[in-house]
């Protein structure tokens, strides 16, 4: 028994330390409040304003609140991923040298982003439910939370590869808009190119999901 708590409090007390990390930055905190906001109640207005523009669209006021749903726990977690990845490497060579084997350590913050992204699915996901009522409130939760977690092993990978925080930052927008509006309904989604999009058949399915229509 103290063998397992020993291992528990092992695997817990640096996860606590990277949950800790975040939010201590008041910037995480203010981020998590205003995106959904802004993605849910504006943008997805605005997207079915801008849709009844183009006769062979269909994309409703609940539809685009839906992607706003899902944009904004993705990029969130994308944040969080690329923003923990950059800042890590100094903490992460320190738990190695006390004795964590590097593959705990990669396992233990991808862990702190699943964390994470569960907590900005549930931030946008309840703004969400202020708009609409889901056909399918699992569902539709796992459908956002599947494109948070997308995001933020995306994020990862960036913050691994650019170590620069502006470089990195400006490359994940640069991906997130192509992924979110290019593969929107607004673009037409019939070109086979956009099922290698991150988010195409979570989308899919979501707005599947709000129009009740089969996915």
């Not at 593959?103 to 964390?115: I, K, P, T």
């Amino acid at each position: 028994m103290s063998a397992n708590a020993s291992a528990a409090r092992r695997l817990s007390t640096p996860l606590a330390m990277f949950m800790r990390e975040y939010y201590r930055n008041a910037m995480n905190l203010v981020l998590l409040g205003i995106i959904p906001v802004l993605l849910i109640l504006s943008l997805g207005d605005a997207l079915s304003r801008l849709a009844s523009i183009f006769p062979d669209v269909t994309l409703t006021t609940a539809m685009g609140q839906s992607m706003g749903a899902l944009w904004s726990a993705g990029f969130l977690t994308g944040l969080t991923g690329f923003f923990m990845m950059v800042g890590a490497r100094a903490a992460d060579r320190r738990l190695v040298r006390a004795g964590y084997a590097p593959s705990e350590v990669v396992l233990l913050r991808f862990a702190s982003v699943g964390l994470l992204g569960a907590l900005a699915t549930l931030v946008s996901y309840g703004i969400l439910l202020t708009r609409l009522t889901p056909t399918d409130y699992v569902q539709t939760f796992l459908v956002i939370y599947l494109a948070a977690l997308i995001y933020g092993a995306i994020g990862i990978l960036i913050g691994s590869l650019i170590s620069g925080e502006l470089e990195g930052s400006f490359a994940l927008l640069f991906f997130f808009v192509m992924d979110a509006f290019i593969g929107s309904p607004l673009f037409g989604s019939t070109s086979e190119v956009f099922a290698f999009l991150p988010t195409f058949y979570p989308t899919k399915v979501l707005l599947g999901l709000t129009a009740e229509q089969p996915h």
